[in-house]
């Protein structure tokens, strides 16, 4: 709000003329007048005397804020995103560098600014559209400095991929450093290097890395979910998720063992005698293929280390012992089960 309609607005909340004020204040009222209306400014050794007159800060009268709230940002941001529509480039350009001037320090001002007017640039046909690059650029480095993690990592994607499109490789990978090394979007971005710059047994085993822990990471949140749901009472909810988790473990050539293991905590709690039977069967059977994610060539690339017997022998024992444990007592009767328990079907 420009300081002439600030004044104006609580002069009349005080209920006060253009005469009243130019009184208190020893001027005239034409300059009250001229001040409401845009024409002048008032000279600075007045500021005090006006904000006291007021009731209002200094930093009230004219305006002054260190940040824009988010709500202001956001509408400030639909609003650049209709002028790009309406408005040629470059004075969208300029009117949004005058903003960001106007409030330097507001980070996330300057990065969705940056970002919008980034691929606004990138979308059309622009002449000369690097004459732009030092500005924008510019207010993604700014961000960098955040101490804001979020807005740093937004900061450092936006130069990654704006000199990976340039293909200057080496300083999109520059950039990788402000992502810890913990996070999948380093990996998957060192790869994408790595696969412009001719290291392709690289990039193909950083790739299989990331579907491969990507897998784990899933089966374990899918675990989770499940066992929220059990804890619900939720069997519907709790049984989707057994499929799902099959269905992953299939997908990701996982082997047979993986693709039926996921069901057993749900029917031992739902104490469904038949579909306990038939998992702990098809379990069992399935153990020699618990590695079988060693063979498949979604992850040939990776030096993943194929499973013992020794291993699988001492697996399926523990499973044995397990299967006739008390937990599983509501099986009795069940002609495959007494045979587990009976001691039929052993290593």
């Known amino acids: 709000m420009a300081i002439g309609d600030v004044i104006k607005k609580y002069r009349k909340n005080k209920g006060m003329t253009q005469e009243e004020m130019a009184a208190c204040l020893g001027i005239t009222t034409p300059a009250v007048n001229k001040w409401e209306r845009g024409n002048t400014l008032p000279d600075i050794t007045l500021l005090a005397p006006i904000a006291r007159l007021l009731d209002i800060t200094t930093d009230e009268l004219l305006s002054f804020k260190d940040e824009l709230t988010d709500e202001e940002i956001n509408q400030y941001i639909s609003i650049v995103q209709k002028d790009l529509e309406d408005k040629s480039f470059h004075d969208v350009f300029i009117s949004v560098k005058e903003k960001i001037e106007e409030y330097p320090n507001c980070e996330e001002l300057i990065w969705q600014a940056a970002i919008i007017l980034d691929a606004k640039r990138t979308a059309i046909k622009l002449p000369n559209k690097e004459n732009y690059d030092n500005t924008i650029f510019g207010w993604f480095e700014r961000c960098l400095l955040s101490k804001n993690e979020q807005i740093r990592n937004r900061a450092a994607d936006s130069l990654f991929h704006a000199y990976f499109r340039k293909e200057d490789y080496e300083k999109a990978n520059q950039y990788l450093d402000y992502f810890s090394l913990e996070n999948p979007?380093?990996?998957?971005?060192?790869?994408?290097?790595?696969?412009?710059?001719?290291?392709?047994a690289e990039a193909y085993r950083a790739y299989e890395e990331l579907i491969f822990t990507g897998y784990q990471h899933m089966q374990m949140t899918l675990n989770d979910l499940r066992g929220l749901y059990m804890e619900d009472g939720n069997h519907e909810m709790a049984k989707k998720l057994v499929e799902v988790s099959s269905a992953a473990a299939s997908t990701f050539d996982m082997g047979k063992y993986n693709e039926v293991c996921y069901g057993l905590e749900v029917a031992a709690w739902e104490k469904d005698v038949a579909w306990t039977a038939q998992l702990m069967q098809d379990i069992l059977d399935g153990i020699e293929t618990i590695g079988d994610f060693a063979?498949?060539?979604l992850y040939q690339h990776m030096a993943l280390k194929t499973i013992e017997s020794e291993f699988s022998v001492a697996l399926k024992q523990k499973l044995l012992e397990s299967f006739r444990g008390e937990s599983f007592y509501y099986m009795q009767g069940?002609?495959?089960?007494?045979?587990?328990?009976?001691?039929v079907y052993s290593c």
């Open 295 to 297: 063979k498949s060539k």
């Open 185 to 200: 979007e380093r990996k998957r971005k060192e790869a994408l290097v790595n696969s412009k710059t001719g290291k392709q």
């Open 334 to 343: 069940n002609e495959y089960w007494e045979k587990l328990r009976s001691g």
